[in-house]
């Protein structure tokens, strides 16, 4: 049974940063694409970023330059790192993994999705 958590949500004033964090189990990360959405108040979940079983990233142009994704095989993992945060970037931020070889860029390229997390970005 695939289970995906993620970590390290909270609030943050504007220009500050964060770190996410993904951790799967029940499922090699390294062999499956992995991504990062998200979802403003009263707006449709937007893709941010993901990470390719082939190792290509891949970022909507509102966070490129400002988020890196990363994936820690050894650990199961996968990383957001978002800097110079933004209010806008106010979201829940979801997980998701995809079994097929399309890397994900949109909704329809994930199979599984964690629960979500918080993140406030403070004007």
């Known amino acids: 049974q695939v289970q995906l958590v993620e970590s390290g949500g909270g609030l943050v004033q504007a220009g500050g940063s964060l770190r996410l964090s993904c951790a799967a189990s029940?499922?090699?990360?390294?062999?499956?694409?992995m991504g990062w959405f998200r979802q403003a108040p009263g707006k449709e979940r937007e893709f941010v970023a993901s990470?390719?079983?082939?190792?290509?990233?891949y970022y909507s142009d509102s966070v490129k330059g400002r988020f890196t994704v990363s994936r820690d095989s050894a650990k199961n993992t996968m990383d957001l790192q978002m800097n110079r945060l933004k209010p806008e970037d106010t979201a829940i931020y979801y997980c998701?993994?995809?079994?097929?070889?399309?890397?994900?860029?949109?909704?329809?390229?994930?199979?599984?999705w964690g629960k979500g997390i918080r993140v406030t970005v403070s004007a």
């Open positions: 998701g993994i995809g079994e097929s070889f399309i890397a994900i860029r949109s909704d329809a390229e994930v199979d599984y």
């Open positions: 029940g499922v090699t990360t390294s062999m499956y694409n």
């Open positions: 990470f390719s079983w082939t190792g290509n990233t």
